[in-house]
């Protein structure tokens, strides 16, 4: 398996307490790199996970989407700095001045702005290249964005945007409540600079060999 296919793949830790979560940064060190921790955990857990994922190895994708007033967010992106998370999300709607305080935090992670929530149906292709635009002119390092927006964002803002998808779904896994979803060799094809998967390897039987077949299809 090609290593750059493992620096590209992400895992969501959307798990309530500290022994679930650690038992699958466990169970998923071995194939995984970057483990995302999002509100549910974070607000349960707090710091004490990041240094739990930084002791083993691995990097963190902190993922609580910070959408406040432009001094808030940058003291916001410090403290996690000070947490050496590897990368962080923002609100794109949070506005240029808001993008802006963010992406000029001295010794901030990469930052990625929050364009549509993919759980938003409909036509909203517009909007995410707009929001992509603001972020790349604040200076931030890239977006989140579903599958479906993948290939135009890559053909206007270039090979160095960073994108990070969620909405991923292997051919022998649920929906759930993703809407715009794609597999994962249809999103690297399209351009995805990462890929975050949470329940189709969460919810597996085998969490360490889904990762495998999810980095297989990445790799394919
Ligand atoms: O659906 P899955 O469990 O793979 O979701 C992984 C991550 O993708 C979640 O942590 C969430 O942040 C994001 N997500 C999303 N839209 C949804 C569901 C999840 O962006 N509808």
């Known amino acids: 398996m090609?290593?750059?296919?493992?620096?590209k793949l992400i895992v969501a830790l959307d798990v309530d307490t500290?022994?679930?979560?650690?038992?699958?940064?466990?169970?998923?060190?071995?194939v995984?790199?970057?483990?995302?921790?999002?509100s549910q955990l974070f607000t349960r857990v707090g710091p004490r996970m990041l240094d739990h994922i930084h002791q083993t190895g691995r990097q963190v994708f902190l993922d609580l989407k910070f959408h406040d007033i432009p001094n808030t967010v940058a003291k916001a992106v410090a403290a996690a700095a000070a947490h050496k998370v590897f990368m962080l999300t923002v609100h794109a709607s949070g506005g240029a001045e808001m993008l802006q305080a963010a992406a000029q935090v001295t010794g901030r992670p990469m930052i990625v702005g929050v364009t549509v929530l993919t759980s938003v149906a409909g036509d909203v292709q517009a909007?995410?290249?707009?929001?992509?635009?603001?972020?790349?002119?604040?200076?931030?390092?890239?977006?989140?964005?579903?599958?479906?927006?993948l290939?135009?964002?890559?053909?206007?803002?270039?090979?160095?945007?960073v994108i990070?998808?969620?909405?991923?779904?292997?051919?022998?896994a649920a929906t759930?409540?993703?809407k715009r979803i794609?597999?994962?060799?249809?999103a690297i094809a399209a351009g995805a600079t990462y890929l975050v998967v949470g329940r189709p390897i969460l919810a597996a039987a085998d969490r360490k060999e889904a990762a495998e077949r999810v980095l297989a299809e990445m790799g394919s």
């Open 127 to 149: 909007e995410v290249l707009s929001r992509a635009r603001l972020c790349q002119t604040a200076g931030l390092d890239g977006v989140v964005a579903s599958p479906q927006e």
């Open 32 to 38: 995984v790199e970057i483990f995302k921790v999002g």
């Open 151 to 161: 290939p135009a964002l890559r053909q206007k803002y270039g090979e160095q945007f």
């Open 2 to 7: 090609p290593r750059c296919m493992k620096s």
């Open 182 to 186: 794609m597999t994962p060799a249809e």
């Open 176 to 178: 759930g409540d993703q």
């Open 18 to 30: 500290f022994a679930e979560a650690a038992a699958l940064v466990n169970d998923l060190s071995p």
């Open 164 to 172: 990070v998808t969620p909405g991923i779904r292997p051919a022998w």
